[in-house]
């Protein structure tokens, strides 16, 4: 039987793709946001913190694709200058907004999904849920980037040259 497709149309439609799952987090993060903006009156900051995660995520991709400081004809290398500074700015800045959002969310936990309670303070169960579940996911992912960095920071201290006349007391 003939492919109908080239074998990069068959990569692109799979659901092995990276990047659809992540467009597909974003769209339903900032669904769920917008849908739900009003219904947590015990935690009012859980959908901003759905919609920010977003408006964060997208404001990162310019800063991914787009080629700012190099030419078109020139293969793109390792980020310069003002881009570097604009990627680290927004990374710092998902890295408070996790954190935030993690107050916020697991401040909150086992909240009453009971919109006739007595108080008034509930929220929607389907907006704690899916809040909830993101900031674990955020949050491991955090982890993860913080335990590589410290596994290249160990690789560069020990695989790096040391000087062979190296005398202790000749730094002193």
């Known amino acids: 039987m003939m492919n109908m497709y080239p074998r990069s149309s068959a990569r692109c439609l799979s659901f092995n793709n990276p990047q659809l799952c992540n467009h597909t987090l974003l769209m339903s993060t900032i669904s769920t946001g917008v849908v739900y903006f009003n219904d947590c009156p015990q935690q009012p900051n859980i ?9 964060l995520t997208l404001l990162m991709i310019p800063c991914v694709t787009l080629p ?5 004809a020139q293969p793109r290398g390792h980020p310069k200058g003002f ?9 710092l800045c ?3 907004w996790i954190l935030a959002g993690d107050v916020w969310v697991f401040s909150v936990y086992q909240p009453s999904y009971d919109r006739s309670a007595a108080d008034g303070l509930y929220c929607d169960k389907t907006l704690y849920t899916f809040a909830f579940w993101n900031a674990v996911w955020e949050t491991f ?3 993860v980037q913080l335990v590589k960095l410290c596994k290249g920071l160990l690789c560069y201290v020990f695989i790096s040259p040391t000087p062979a006349n ?6 002193v």
């Open 83 to 91: 881009k570097a500074c604009l990627m680290c700015l927004l990374s």
């Open 68 to 72: 700012c400081e190099s030419d078109a």
């Open 94 to 96: 998902i890295f408070i």
């Open 141 to 143: 992912g955090v982890w």
């Open 166 to 171: 190296r005398d202790f007391y000749g730094n």
């Open 47 to 55: 959908p901003n913190y759905l919609l920010g995660m977003a408006l």
